[in-house]
């Protein structure tokens, strides 16, 4: 559908394209307005999203003369984005977007690089190139080179250069010109360009374009619901870092939680705990491509912490340190400040880590398909993660909320505990170890029986049913106990469930929206609903029974998506606006598990 063209404020409706090392984020009018180089945590030469009023800097678009509206689509199957500008004479331009990602040569080409090809469409349509990125989160605007057929950004170390076919001196000078064949534009890294340059951007997309489609061939999608599902595993899989296997909890730093809230954090890291709800619902998919590179991340991460702590978070290349600044030039997105580089989370005590990590990497030891699997010692080094779940299942922690001023000892920590040392145990069993797997076996029974006797609160009787509660300290609730069905601490079934799920409905759940908490944390009262929370919701409604409302939930959620069928991390309950670091991955899980869940099978169509 196209969007008509207005005085432009920044939202959300916008685009990924990406290649497992760069991504960009396109908004609405075509405009690359995030992008970080050398990669996601990278410095964000492309800043427009966060630039405050300042539109005209940190940005890369094709401005059409007289243009009146803007329609996007990706490629099929692809992260390969398609806009067309239409100016009010009807002339019109396409501009196709992508990160080159392809086999050659015996490894995988995905270079910094963003290539664009713009094509005239209709009429006689004229266009000016703006590309103005900027070096060191906003504070200034690189300055240039140029040759014959090239432009030099000095955004860094090392510079970016611009390979076109367009005329160089109307690019430098910003004039108007008109585009009467296809026109193709490589920013990448600073060298010649190899080959005919129309010929090679071609062949880099096609190639690009065949390697999305031959990926996705190998998704086993849910009947219902495959266009949502298999955009979010695109989506899923440009926000890991192939290089290591991390991935990242969303591609952007400092899109408010809410207007004006200061909840502004930099999402650009490796959460242990998000990614293993990314590897588990892709993982559901049969891309096991993206669980065999994180867990090569994660065997790095346990080397190094030597039977010590884990943090809940590391950089994309596993650096601990991730100290938390802010961009004092970039007045945040909408204005809404501050951008904040880094995140002091890592710093946090978070005891639910553990079992994120032994959950994923198990499959390491059963699963043949995987080109590597697990031996003895790898177990003996997941042995020391169990020793951490263990010594730490009844300790205070920050939380999966991350609290910053109290810790507690939070029930869905203890309950990834008991499910470390659960999955320990069944893996003894599997690999023929009988005394370890007593022994991992005798831990999980003990902490089930300290959560039993610690988070559990009593009904009042009156009428009042007896629940879990979000921490052994307090009676508050949160949505993470919704969780106790999946990690199997519970079945559906369990009137301990139900009661837990019925208290936390009363309290949480706002109209068709969910509440990670309604008490105050660090910043107030929460202001949004946390989409994930919603999609728990939905599962937990289809587990109790009410089907016909789960689905119309999640209908209303897909409503809530953006052009690009992506979700940030929160929702407005009362405006449906979305707020958060997008796009984010937690809500895009949400996306796929409820999918899987509601669908028909496909052995009702066959």
Request: with cysteine.
């Amino acid at each position: 559908m196209a969007e008509a063209v207005s005085p432009h404020t920044p939202d959300l409706e916008l685009w990924p394209v990406g290649n497992c090392q760069v991504s960009g984020l396109i908004d609405k009018r075509g405009g690359l307005v995030w992008g970080c180089v050398p990669r996601v945590d990278g410095d964000p030469v492309f800043c427009a999203l966060l630039n405050g009023e300042k539109q005209d800097a940190g940005v890369w678009r094709f401005e059409l003369d007289g243009q009146v509206s803007a329609s996007q689509e990706y490629i099929r199957n692809t992260p390969i984005l398609v806009t067309r500008l239409t100016a009010e004479d009807g002339s019109a331009v396409e501009v196709l977007d992508f990160c080159p990602r392809y086999e050659g040569k015996g490894r995988m080409y995905r270079p910094v690089a963003f290539g664009r090809i713009v094509r005239p469409v209709a009429g006689n349509p004229r266009i000016k190139v703006i590309l103005r990125p900027m070096k060191n989160y906003g504070a200034h605007t690189v300055e240039t080179t140029n040759g014959t057929n090239h432009i030099r950004y000095l955004v860094g170390p090392q510079a970016m250069r611009l390979s076109t076919d367009a005329p160089i001196g109307y690019i430098m000078e910003g004039r108007t010109f008109r585009i009467e064949e296809d026109t193709h534009f490589f920013l990448g890294p600073d060298e010649p360009f190899a080959g005919n340059l129309r010929e090679e951007i071609r062949r880099m997309e096609q190639s690009t374009r065949k390697y999305w489609q031959q990926w996705v061939r190998g998704l086993a999608t849910p009947f219902e619901f495959q266009d949502e599902v298999i955009r979010c595993a695109i989506t899923l899989k440009l926000c890991q870092h192939e290089e290591t296997g991390a991935i990242v909890a969303a591609l952007t730093t400092s899109i408010p939680e809410a207007p004006g809230s200061e909840r502004n954090w930099d999402y650009r890291f490796c959460w242990i705990r998000d990614s293993y709800y990314t590897v588990q619902a892709l993982n559901r998919l049969g891309a096991l491509d993206v669980l065999e590179k994180y867990l090569g991340y994660l065997r790095n991460i346990v080397d190094s912490a030597k039977g010590g702590q884990i943090q809940p978070l590391y950089s994309v290349m596993g650096e601990s340190e991730l100290n938390e600044t802010t961009a004092a030039h970039l007045a945040g997105y909408r204005g809404m400040g501050p951008v904040r580089v880094g995140n002091a989370a890592y710093k946090q005590i978070q005891h639910d880590c553990y079992g994120q990590i032994v959950l994923p990497t198990v499959q390491g030891f059963i699963d043949k398909r995987l080109m590597r699997i697990a031996d003895d010692t790898d177990f003996a080094s997941l042995e020391e993660v169990g020793e951490m779940a263990w010594k730490m299942h009844d300790q205070p922690d920050a939380g999966l909320w991350e609290f910053r001023t109290r810790q507690e000892v939070h029930t869905y920590s203890a309950v990834m505990s008991w499910a470390a040392c659960d999955r320990l145990a069944n893996t003894a069993g599997w690999i023929g170890k009988p005394e370890r797997e007593k022994l991992w076996r005798e831990r999980a029974d003990a902490i089930r029986q300290t959560i039993e006797k610690e988070a559990w609160v009593e009904g009042d009787g009156n009428g009042s049913r007896g629940h879990y509660k979000a921490s052994f300290e307090t009676d508050y609730l949160d949505a993470s106990l919704l969780q106790m069905i999946d990690l199997r601490f519970l079945k559906p079934d369990d009137p301990r469930f139900q009661s837990t799920f019925a208290a936390i409905e009363k309290e949480l759940r706002r109209g068709e929206h969910m509440l990670r908490y309604a008490t105050e944390d660090d910043f107030g009262a929460p202001e949004t609903a946390f989409n994930v929370c919603t999609f728990w919701l939905i599962e937990a409604l289809h587990l109790a029974g009410r089907s016909e409302e789960a689905h119309g939930l999640f209908s209303t959620m897909l409503g809530h998506t953006t052009g690009s069928g992506m979700l940030s991390e929160d929702l407005d309950w009362e405006t449906g606006e979305l707020w958060g670091n997008f796009p984010q991955t937690y809500s895009l899980v949400g996306i796929i598990n409820c999918a899987g869940l509601l669908s028909k099978p496909w052995s009702e169509v066959r």
